[in-house]
């Protein structure tokens, strides 16, 4: 009987796994198989799949930390990805699929602020290209004029750049640039005579038919007034006005017919304005005023009192004027005499009531009794005998008088 060799345990068991190896590989389809309907069984389990799914993205994550993995699976899907893209069917399909996951992402505030940024930046990255930006600039004015061929387009984007412009114009800064650049371009434009003319030609007529309102007139009457009234607030500028102003009256007074009209102009007004009382005391108050500032001037005081004298001379030629002057300086005497003779009296009788008063006084009497005694004494002293007998008789008949 032949002798049996003891095997290990550990070579039984990879003589086994020989066998299965050259098993599996002599019944290779039907191993696959078996193991496709073994893994679909299981995948009827949504458990399974979940835990698959985590497995393979597990698995996945690992393999992508590889660059190489990476830019190898890069290179797959962008073959596999270009291969799909050649059939039309699925092109019109991707792009229907995008554009709805794009309108679902945009929804998100957040995204579509980042999708902005980001567009942004890419597009001034490429307008730092000149033949980039040549090329938009085109396209961009093609497009627009097509689209300005809609008269309802054109009506909403006046619409739009009408309110676009009023809010920038909100802005101080911008409304300073803005003022700037339009008074440069401005300034260049009017250096042609013919736009000039054809401005002012324009700016003539669209001001007279907005003068035919009455209500716009007095409302540019009122403004103009205010800003002369602030011009006229610096000395130089009423200088100038004022020398404007004289030369061309000077020039205008040469023609004799404008001289009369402006002479009956200026007297009709005056009659009109003096007929308000308060104009007269005024105009009283200022010619006053003007005469006594010239006759501080002596030389003008000679110069008005002869022609003063001239003119009376020549007006006392007639006889109805020396008596007019004549009653006239009558009755300015005897009005200055009743003057003199009122103040007068009024002058006594102030001085009688002060006297009267200052006798009423107790201790004022006193005195006044004391110093009359003191001087009848002495005259009573130096009187001789006679006279003082006399005086004495007189002075007992008064006594007796008053008993």
Known sequence: ??????????????????????????????DRLRNSQQLATRRQDPEYRENERERDRAAHSTRRQAVNYRSAEQE????????????????????????LAHANRRMDPTYREEEQQRDTLAHSVRRMDPTYREEEQQRDTVAHSMRRRDPTYREEE????TL????????????????????????????DPTYREEEQQRDTLAH??????????????????????????????????QQRDTLAHSIRRM????????????TLVHSIRRMDPAYRGEERERDSLARSIRRQNE???????????????????????????????????RVTRQVAMQMQEAENRMRSCRVLIHRMNPTNRENINMRQALRSSARRRNLSPDSRSQQQIQDTLRLQSKQ
Not at 4 to 22: D, E, G, T, V, Y
Not at 177 to 186: H, L, M, P, S
Not at 227 to 238: A, E, F, N, V
């Open 1 to 30: 009987m032949p002798k049996l060799r003891k095997q290990s345990a550990l070579q039984r068991q990879r003589i086994m796994r020989q066998h299965l190896h050259s098993y599996r590989e002599r019944n290779l389809n039907d």
């Open 76 to 99: 797959r899907d962008i073959l596999a990805h270009s291969i799909l893209r050649m059939n039309s069917s699925y092109r019109a399909t991707e792009q229907a699929r995008d554009a």
């Open 158 to 161: 006046q619409e739009r750049n």
């Open 164 to 191: 676009a412009h009023s809010i920038h114009r909100m802005n101080a800064t911008f409304r300073e640039g803005e003022q700037e650049r339009d008074t440069v371009a401005r300034s260049v434009r009017r250096m």
């Open 208 to 241: 007279s038919i907005r003068r035919m309102d009455p209500t716009y007139r007095e409302e540019e009457q009122q403004r103009d007034t205010l800003s002369h009234s602030i011009r006229r607030m610096d000395p130089s500028y009423r200088e100038e006005e």
């Open 255 to 266: 023609d004799p017919t404008y001289r009369e009209e402006e002479q009956q102009r200026d």
């Open 299 to 333: 030389e003008y005081r000679q110069v008005e009192r002869e022609r003063d004298t001239a003119m009376h001379r020549v007006r006392r030629r007639n006889p109805v004027f020396r008596i007019m002057e004549q009653e006239r300086n009558t009755s300015a005497r």
